[in-house]
């Protein structure tokens, strides 16, 4: 029996324009089947029992097999003139939809996994930053986030501080703000929306909001694919599968603070799927 | 369980400054090699975050997961953690170690505080190791000249000659490995095609 | 300038961009949104390849498809000893593993398109097949080893070890594990300590052959 708290939140299930260009997606979402399709106009997701409640946003088809807790969170950004809105297709993981977003709020594994683009040695030491859940929305919000981040591949001259902002939006969705390189009074915004098809194995949809007039959009897809292929077989390679809410199996450090808080987020709301509760 | 000494893989497999998955006792093992040869067998896991140290770097005498490259040193004692340069890691960071020894060309594995040496293999080469889809019991009605449980034993003929052959047996939830030594004086490539053809016998056996 | 319409996810598309880096070769990278795009199956597209396909290289005139094709080009144009030696013997083989790593991207590619972009198909077959060949792969480089060999013809890497490379290093992406292959392990990793040597997403950096940097 899954949890109603679980139900009843909202879920990518697939990307909009692929729906209405007439894909018929099969797919799964809290192990349950689905189908989601185009019908005179209007985007349907029917499950076993019947059609789920169905909103569209950022550019993504978004489902909810229970009643709907409150309406999908919102992305301010993603209507703002003169944002390139990217699309960057579906990938498959298999592991917890819970370590696909706790992967995306780290910053200290830059150096070794996305080496020479996100971060690189020495440069690995990650600045205290600031965590805090807040009450109003029930988000998770990292803010005052820093890293250095090099601006040539083998040299240290001549690099960056990147800040960033992560937020937890959703149980399986989080935003990340990012500098923005060609404006200094906007942030860039890439989502993670992730579909959970079953506790071990999930669908993760990036997308992105940024202003770019120059970069062709086949690179932009190309750049946030390869950002997020360098993670895949790290997340594939996490033991236990299900995320531990409990302390005691795992060892975090300052560096983690967004991940315990999401962690800590998780339980107190009941949003167990894709965990584990008895530190083994 | 019975504590006894598990074959994990060939000491020929593992260089210097590399690490390799491994099994042995209900455990995933990351086996590794430091820069000056000393061999380890840990749990194959790291504690900050449960990632698999066997896919981690070795540099000098310590392993690093690919992570976040935290650090340990041969005793399984976390040294750095690179997110934070200037900490010195606590103590209770710990990687739980097996005992792990090579001992005629063959990796062994065992509980830590296992007394005792593995089974000796005397006048044998290592030749490579062999993953199989059946069985030991297959293995053995495919080739009925050898015997034995744990270790096969058996003179077979390779190349048209009478050679000697061990098959230290690897059972694992992937599946069956076999650790081939042969007599010091075989051709190696007739007895890797040797095995080859053992293994097809073995597993259309298995598939009957 | 030679382009290569490119695609950073691609298995095939990688093989070229790393012959290129190994030998030295600038190209203008033109990336394709082969997902979730589906541009190379285009009406546009199909005016440069009417196959469809992925890595299309342009020189001048010339447009080559089929990356083991465009191996051999790199491979004359700036650095011929990559094609192996010169005796018959020898380039026989080459054209043997060539040849090889087709199977390799129709099984251990495949598969790898399965579990990471969904595409559909008879996986249990991949993945035997892609066993199928790993075993093979795995029979021919133990067997290189006994006689003192690390590539899979002659005693320097060549467009063999190159073509089959990408294929057999992101086989876990597809649910095939190399645990079972101690030679190929070994062999993809002398491939990845090459000088020149760049990775792509789902082949890591070693970075064991980079010093511990000084904790300032």
């Given at each position: 029996?899954?949890?109603?708290e679980?139900?009843?939140?909202?879920?990518?299930?697939?990307m909009?324009?692929q729906?209405?260009?007439?894909?018929?997606?099969?797919?799964?979402?809290?192990?349950?089947?689905?189908?989601v399709?185009?019908?005179?106009?209007a985007i349907?997701?029917?499950?076993?029992?019947?059609?789920?409640h169905?909103?569209?946003a950022?550019?993504?088809?978004?489902?909810c097999?229970?009643?709907?807790?409150?309406?999908?969170f919102?992305?301010p950004?993603?209507?703002?003139?003169?944002?390139?809105?990217v699309?960057?297709?579906?990938?498959r993981v298999?592991?917890s939809?819970?370590?696909?977003v706790?992967n995306f709020?780290?910053?200290?594994?830059?150096?070794?996994v996305h080496?020479?683009?996100?971060?690189?040695?020495p440069?690995t030491?990650?600045?205290?930053y600031?965590?805090q859940?807040?009450?109003d929305s029930?988000?998770?919000?990292?803010?005052?986030?820093?890293?250095?981040?090099p601006q040539?591949?083998?040299?240290?001259?001549g690099?960056?501080?990147?800040q960033y902002?992560?937020?937890?939006?959703?149980?399986?969705?989080a935003?990340l703000?990012k500098?923005?390189?060609?404006?200094?009074?906007?942030w860039d915004?890439?989502?993670?929306?992730?579909?959970?098809?079953?506790?071990?194995?999930c669908?993760v949809?990036?997308?992105?909001?940024?202003y770019d007039?120059v970069?062709p959009?086949?690179e932009l897809?190309?750049?946030?694919?390869?950002?997020?292929?360098?993670d895949?077989?790290?997340?594939?390679?996490?033991?236990?599968?299900?995320?531990?809410?409990?302390?005691?199996m795992?060892?975090?450090?300052?560096a983690?603070?967004?991940?315990?808080?999401?962690?800590r987020?998780?339980?107190?709301?009941?949003?167990?799927?894709g965990?584990q509760?008895?530190?083994? | 369980?019975?504590p006894?000494?598990?074959?994990?893989?060939?000491?020929q497999?593992?260089p210097?400054?590399v690490?390799?998955?491994?099994?042995?006792?209900?455990?995933?093992?990351?086996?590794?090699?430091?820069?000056?040869?000393?061999?380890?067998?840990?749990n194959d896991?790291?504690?900050h975050r449960?990632?698999?140290?066997?896919h981690?770097?070795?540099?000098?005498?310590?392993?690093?997961?690919?992570?976040?490259?935290?650090?340990?040193?041969?005793?399984?004692?976390c040294k750095h953690i690179?997110?934070?340069?200037?900490?010195?890691?606590?103590?209770?960071i710990t990687?739980?170690?097996?005992?792990c020894?090579?001992?005629?060309?063959?990796?062994?594995?065992?509980?830590?505080?296992?007394?005792?040496?593995?089974p000796?293999?005397?006048?044998m080469q290592?030749?490579?190791?062999?993953?199989?889809?059946?069985g030991v019991?297959?293995?053995?009605?495919a080739?009925?000249t050898l015997?034995?449980?744990?270790?096969?034993?058996?003179l077979?003929?390779?190349?048209g000659?009478?050679c000697g052959?061990?098959?230290?047996v690897q059972?694992?939830?992937?599946g069956?490995?076999?650790?081939v030594?042969?007599?010091?004086?075989?051709d190696?490539?007739?007895?890797?095609?040797w095995?080859?053809?053992l293994?097809?016998?073995?597993?259309?056996?298995g598939?009957? | 300038?030679?382009r290569?319409?490119?695609y950073?996810?691609?298995?095939?598309?990688?093989?070229?961009?790393?012959?290129a880096a190994?030998?030295?070769?600038?190209m203008?990278?033109?990336?394709?949104?082969?997902?979730p795009?589906?541009?190379?199956?285009?009406?546009a597209?199909?005016?440069?390849?009417?196959a469809?396909?992925l890595?299309?290289m342009?020189d001048?005139?010339?447009?080559?498809?089929e990356?083991?094709?465009i191996?051999?080009y790199?491979?004359?144009l700036a650095?011929?000893?990559?094609?192996?030696?010169?005796d018959?013997?020898?380039?026989?083989?080459v054209q043997?593993?060539?040849s090889f790593?087709?199977r390799l991207?129709?099984?251990?590619?495949?598969?790898?398109?399965?579990?990471m972009?969904?595409?559909?198909?008879d996986i249990d077959?991949?993945?035997k097949?892609?066993?199928?060949?790993?075993?093979e792969?795995?029979?021919?480089?133990?067997?290189?080893?006994f006689?003192g060999?690390?590539?899979?013809?002659?005693?320097?890497?060549?467009?063999a070890?190159?073509?089959?490379?990408?294929?057999?290093?992101?086989?876990?992406?597809?649910?095939?594990?190399?645990?079972?292959?101690?030679?190929v392990?070994?062999?993809?990793?002398?491939?990845?300590a090459l000088?020149?040597?760049?990775?792509?997403?789902?082949?890591?950096?070693?970075?064991?052959?980079?010093?511990?940097?000084?904790?300032?």
């Open positions: 029996m899954i949890a109603a679980v139900l009843n939140e909202w879920y990518p299930v697939a909009a324009a729906i209405r260009a007439g894909q018929r997606r099969v797919t799964q979402l809290l192990g349950q089947t689905i189908t399709d185009c019908q005179e106009g349907v997701v029917i499950g076993q029992g019947g059609a789920l169905v909103t569209e950022y550019g993504h088809v978004w489902a097999p229970g009643t709907p807790a409150h309406d999908l919102p992305i950004e993603a209507s703002e003139p003169g944002r390139r809105l699309d960057v297709g579906v990938v298999k592991c939809p819970l370590r696909a706790e709020l780290d910053i200290a594994h830059f150096p070794f080496t020479d683009v996100l971060g690189a040695e440069h030491e990650v600045n205290r600031e965590v859940i807040r009450e029930d988000e998770v919000w990292a803010t005052k986030v820093t890293f250095y981040q040539a591949a083998k040299s240290s001259e690099g960056i501080v990147t902002m992560y937020r937890v939006a959703a149980p399986t969705a935003v703000y500098t923005c390189p060609n404006r200094t009074d906007a915004v890439i989502g993670i929306f992730v579909q959970p098809l079953s506790e071990e194995l669908d949809w990036p997308w992105m909001a940024l007039d970069s959009q086949a897809i190309a750049f946030q694919q390869m950002i997020f292929l360098q895949r077989s790290i997340l594939e390679n996490q033991i236990p599968r299900l995320l531990p809410l409990d302390p005691g795992e060892i975090p450090t300052q983690d603070l967004t991940s315990i808080a999401y962690r987020w998780l339980k107190k709301r009941g949003l167990t799927y965990a509760m008895v530190a083994a | 369980m019975t006894r000494w598990t074959a994990t893989g060939l000491s497999d593992l210097k400054a690490a390799v998955a491994g099994y042995g006792h209900g455990h995933d093992l990351a086996v590794w090699r430091s820069a000056t040869g000393r061999l380890q067998a840990w896991r790291c504690p449960g990632m698999r140290l066997s981690g770097f070795v540099r000098g005498e310590t392993l690093a997961c690919i992570y976040h490259g935290w650090v340990y040193g041969t005793e399984g004692g690179p997110a934070h340069p200037a900490l010195t890691p606590p103590t209770t990687v739980t170690a097996f005992a020894v090579e001992q005629d060309g063959v990796i062994w594995v065992a509980p830590a505080d296992m007394a005792g040496s593995p000796a293999i005397s006048g290592p030749l490579r190791s062999i993953s199989l889809t059946c019991a297959d293995v053995l009605a080739e009925p015997s034995g449980q744990d270790v096969l034993r058996g077979v003929q390779i190349g000659q009478t052959v061990c098959l230290v059972d694992s939830p992937a069956l490995t076999l650790h030594l042969c007599g010091l004086g075989a190696k490539v007739a007895a890797s095609r095995v080859e053809d293994r097809r016998r073995a597993e259309a056996k598939a009957a | 300038m030679i290569l319409y490119d950073v996810l691609s298995a095939s598309c990688y093989k070229v961009r790393l012959m190994l030998v030295g070769v600038k203008d990278h033109e990336a394709v949104d082969f997902h795009g589906r541009a190379h199956k285009s009406v597209f199909a005016q440069l390849n009417p469809g396909t890595p299309v342009v001048g005139a010339m447009i080559l498809t990356s083991t094709a191996l051999v790199l491979a004359k650095g011929p000893q990559w094609l192996g030696p010169d018959a013997k020898a380039a026989a083989q043997q593993w060539l790593s087709g991207a129709a099984s251990l590619g495949m598969a790898r398109l399965h579990d972009l969904l595409y559909q198909g077959a991949w993945r097949d892609g066993h199928a060949a790993l075993r792969l795995e029979a021919a480089l133990t067997e290189r080893r006689a060999g690390e590539w899979l013809v002659g005693d320097a890497p060549s467009i070890d190159i073509a089959c490379f990408p294929n057999v290093a992101l086989s876990q992406d597809g649910g095939v594990s190399l645990d079972a292959y101690p030679s392990r070994l062999w993809t990793r002398r491939i990845r000088d020149r040597f760049i990775e792509m997403p789902g082949i890591h950096r070693l970075h064991e052959l980079s010093p511990a940097p000084k904790v300032a």
